[in-house]
């Protein structure tokens, strides 16, 4: 039986006049002398799969607090999953950017990259956008150094965890059930008075009465229907 290498492809393909008893697949190839292309899975292949194939995945609704005793209680309230994922799209603006810590600017930014939330329509509504946000940012704290790397996740200013800590007591002192939306995100944001995300909310047109108007949906959030 007369069997051809191509060792000029990246893998080794081997080429035969008669089949092997169950291939894995063929593709029938006019160009290689009328015979057909086998290709076969290796040993390692088989067992990534084997090894891998029972991976579970955890996702975490809490994020990072400066009261430890929040962490294992049981009776803190829940982040929503909105709020979740405005923390890591914030970490990933901080990036971005190329700074070196997760700020409140860079909290700002998450909500309105996130998108569907109730803040961050009223964000828009309000002629607040992220790209206003990006700019006034830079304006404010300028640019990284082009050479600096952020680390993957960009450790939080203590001016940020204070803004999380916030959200995390006014859901407590409400009384209402549920979880933590993004609009106790954005309210938190505005508490800090002295924060670059607070600066940029002014310098952009939000001010305390907007910020009471918010608060009238702060348990609610856009349901989104797929139908």
Do not use: C
């Not at 790397?149 to 916030?166: G, M």
């Not at 006014?170 to 009384?175: D, F």
């Amino acid at each position: 039986m007369a069997t051809h290498r191509l060792s000029f492809l990246p893998i080794a393909f081997s080429t035969t006049q008669s089949l092997p008893p169950k291939p894995l697949f063929s593709l029938p190839l006019s160009s290689l002398y009328a015979n057909k292309l086998l290709i076969k899975t290796s040993n390692f292949t088989r067992f990534l799969t084997k090894r891998f194939s029972s991976t579970t995945v955890t996702v975490s609704f809490s994020l990072p607090t400066a009261k430890p005793e929040r962490a294992s209680s049981d009776k803190s309230p829940k982040w929503s999953a909105r709020s979740i994922k405005s923390f890591a799209m914030a970490e990933l603006e901080a990036r971005k950017l190329k700074y070196p810590n997760t700020g409140t600017e860079a909290l700002l930014m998450g909500i309105l990259v996130e998108g569907t939330s109730q803040a961050a329509k009223f964000l828009r509504a309000n002629g607040i956008t992220l790209f206003k946000v990006r700019e006034e940012t830079v304006n404010l704290l300028g640019k990284s150094d082009l050479y600096f790397f952020s680390p993957e996740h960009p450790p939080l200013t203590e001016q940020a965890q204070r803004v999380l800590d916030w959200a995390v007591d006014e859901k407590l002192k409400s009384g209402e059930s549920g979880e933590i939306t993004t609009t106790y995100l954005l309210l938190g944001i505005w508490s800090e008075k002295e924060s670059a995300g607070h600066k940029i909310l002014a310098n952009l047109g939000f001010n305390d009465e907007k910020a009471k108007e918010l608060e009238k949906y702060v348990n609610e959030d856009i349901v989104l229907n797929y139908k």
